[in-house]
């Protein structure tokens, strides 16, 4: 990656992190598989991909929830994965708060909602007495748009998006700075989506915090993010700043995914040509070599199963891993 | 036009310790031969319980259809016998669900789960059944039949058991298709890929196709004709085109704004306030007055009837009543970027 003189502040930075889970003997499932990418500060940074593409493995890499195979994150210019003491990993895990999907099975059944947003500031000492701990607790259900009389309830008596607010409370609880959000749409409705995606950019404005959105929702990928990165078997395949990813998608796999969307605009949808990708994903234990994608590419050639393509800067601030773009190989294509 | 089903004032309730759930309350639908009706709503609004009153498959107890009639090229399936219904389901009418990965038999191969209501319905023998089984694979763009046939359910990925459900549902050349959110499930490259099998198989087999979904996009892209389902009612019913660029309801007007956007850029989603109604109290007016900006006095005492927008587009609405002030619905529903 270039050292480029660039006024914002990289707050993560994400270099050749690898994370591979054994399932067998000498089998490897390389879940993320040297990916590189950085979140400038106050920005949302979406990561988008199908299935088992790594994207979730790669949130949870960042913050430590699984450690790394080989790589770095830095956050804010500490190395997530050095050997950290008891007190130096608390400092991290305030730094960096997750939101998850599932709003029913991320909170504790058995716990108050007080009890469930005030565990951080327990674990962190951040109220001096009950009192401080209870209005802590009380003003975040209000930032969160719901109201203290939640607080003494359990986590069954509310509705998805209601729980989602709660999930999102929770992680505002300890002040951080930098908040993974995985999936935290996907199990609402429609309207509910909404909501909760307005709560997320107005805490952001407010807080001047900074996201990691995970989703496989493209359109609403679009809407929140800054800048967007696109996932394939593990691998980075495109990042680029939303809209010009959106405009001008690069990789054969972007646009497929792109135009795999259905749009709700029935002139549109009865006009559209789309690119319809055939078979499924391969498997991460025994991927492709070269290319992962270059097996449902439909420009691959000999070169994809060769040679892994480079991660390249095609414009300003446009990265992509694939030979049609590489100077040395893009004469074995006929386009 | 040639009706297939026609839905009466359906009413279903279910029976809980708390309360009883009105869940359908009154819908009327019909769904015309070789067409695709899409039904909308978000969870809880009565789509799915609608499909399965259909289907004879609400679960006595606790649920019940406690009024009007779901007439079947004129037969009234609510009437019928379990026995008789058996002649349907399946055969008739059958049934696509959600999840491809909880609705096949693990312990059984797909040729057998296949030929299974072939031997039932059309009396082919075993040697017949699976040769059509085979068939049907292929149909439905599965490589190697043949050796595909003898399988089980984990063999397969998702999107490839998906396409078993779909031979499944239409191994007896059904007149009509519930498919009851076909591809939530799925990623949306492999959604594309089972969309488009659908289609091209309605236009082979003119099977008419009830679509259950949350996602517009889904929608623009499969439907002739939509029906907006909200608190147990449909509150809007309109060719695509009408619901789309002409929506008269403001709930469909929510819908369409709070669906970002992919070609343009907005500065914030248009989100509807509040949730949806508690159906084991419903309101006693329209189930939408509570969330909708243009509430009246009216709204929240009495349920608005149906008013002809056009030949096929139909709203509840006090906002069509005459004395109603004029409301021009909001800008942020031009869809798919464009700007009407």
């Known amino acids: 990656m270039t050292t480029q003189k660039n006024e914002r502040q990289k707050y993560v930075e994400v270099n050749n992190l690898k994370k591979h889970f054994k399932v067998g003997r000498n089998a490897y499932l390389r879940a993320v598989d040297d990916v590189s990418f950085y979140i400038y500060k106050g920005e949302t940074f979406g990561l988008v991909g199908e299935s088992g593409c790594g994207k979730s493995t790669t949130g949870r890499t960042i913050i430590r929830l699984y450690d790394a195979t080989a790589g770095e994150v830095l956050i804010d210019g500490v190395n997530v994965h050095a050997k950290k003491s008891r007190a130096e990993l608390k400092d991290l895990n305030k730094k960096v708060q997750m939101i998850f999907q599932d709003p029913y099975a991320s909170l504790n059944p058995r716990m108050t909602v007080k009890d469930i947003i005030a565990e951080g500031i327990d674990v962190h000492n951040i109220a001096k007495s009950k009192k401080e701990r209870d209005e802590r607790v009380y003003h975040l259900l209000e930032t969160v748009g719901l109201n203290r009389e939640h607080a003494n309830r359990y986590p069954h008596e509310f509705s998805g998006g209601q729980r989602q607010r709660i999930g999102i409370a929770r992680a505002l609880a300890v002040d951080p700075e930098f908040i993974i959000c995985d999936e935290p749409i996907s199990a609402l409705d429609v309207s509910i989506q909404a909501q909760v995606v307005n709560l997320l950019e107005k805490l952001q404005k407010e807080r001047g915090l900074t996201y990691l959105f995970i989703a496989h929702d493209l359109s609403m990928v679009k809407h929140i993010s800054d800048r967007v990165g696109v996932m394939y078997l593990g691998k980075m395949t495109e990042v680029a700043e939303s809209d010009e990813l959106y405009d001008n998608p690069l990789h054969p796999y972007t646009q497929a995914l792109l135009s795999a969307i259905p749009v709700p605009d029935p002139d549109y949808e009865r006009t559209r040509e789309r690119i319809i990708l055939e078979g499924d994903v391969p498997s991460p234990v025994n991927p492709p070599s070269g290319c992962r994608f270059r097996t449902r590419c439909p420009f691959a050639t000999e070169v994809c199963a060769q040679v892994t393509p480079r991660w390249t800067e095609q414009r300003k601030d446009h990265w992509v891993a694939c030979h049609l773009y590489d100077d040395e190989y893009k004469g074995n294509f006929n386009r | ?340």
Not at chain 2, 81 to 95: D, L, P
Not at chain 2, 292 to 310: G, I, L, Q, R
Request: net charge positive; charged share 20%; proline share 7%.
């Open chain 2, 1 to 340: 036009m040639d009706k297939l089903l026609e839905i009466k004032d359906l009413q279903v309730t279910f029976k809980t310790y708390a309360a009883t759930v009105q869940a359908v309350r009154g819908v009327n639908l019909t769904v015309n031969k070789r067409e695709t009706l899409a039904i909308v709503g978000e969870s809880g609004s009565g789509k799915s319980v609608t499909s399965k009153a259909i289907m004879g498959l609400i679960p006595n107890p606790p649920g019940k259809i406690t009024g009007g009639e779901i007439l079947f090229e004129g037969t009234d399936l609510t009437k019928l016998s379990e026995r008789k219904m058996q002649k349907y389901r399946g055969n008739e009418i059958s049934m696509i669900f959600q999840d491809p990965m909880t609705s096949l038999n693990p312990t059984m191969t797909i040729g057998k789960q296949i030929a299974e209501g072939l031997r039932k319905h059309q009396g082919l023998s075993k040697s017949e059944a699976r040769k059509r089984a085979v068939q049907l694979l292929d149909l439905v763009g599965i490589p190697n039949p043949q050796v595909r046939v003898k399988q089980y359910p984990h063999e397969f990925s998702g999107g490839m058991r998906q396409r078993v459900v779909i031979a499944i549902a239409l191994a007896c050349n059904p007149k009509l298709l519930i498919a009851d959110e076909p591809t939530t499930a799925l990623d949306v490259t492999i959604q594309a890929q089972i969309l488009d099998l659908m289609k091209d198989l309605q236009a082979k087999m003119d099977t008419a196709i009830i679509l259950i979904t949350h996602d517009l996009g889904v929608v623009a892209n499969m439907a002739h004709r939509v029906a907006v389902m909200y608190g147990g009612k449909i509150v809007e019913t309109g060719t695509v085109d009408e619901i789309f660029y002409r929506p008269k309801h403001p709930y469909t007007w929510g819908l369409l704004s709070s669906m970002p956007k992919l070609h343009t850029r907005q500065s914030e989603l248009l989100a509807i306030p509040g949730t949806p109604p508690d159906l084991a109290n419903p309101p006693k007016g329209c189930p939408f007055a509570a969330r909708c900006p243009h509430a009246m006095k009216v709204c929240t005492e009495f349920m608005p009837d149906y008013s002809d927008v056009s030949d096929t587009q139909q709203v509840a609405c006090w906002l069509q009543d005459e004395r109603a002030p004029k409301v021009e619905p909001p800008e942020t529903i031009g869809v798919g970027g464009r700007t009407r």
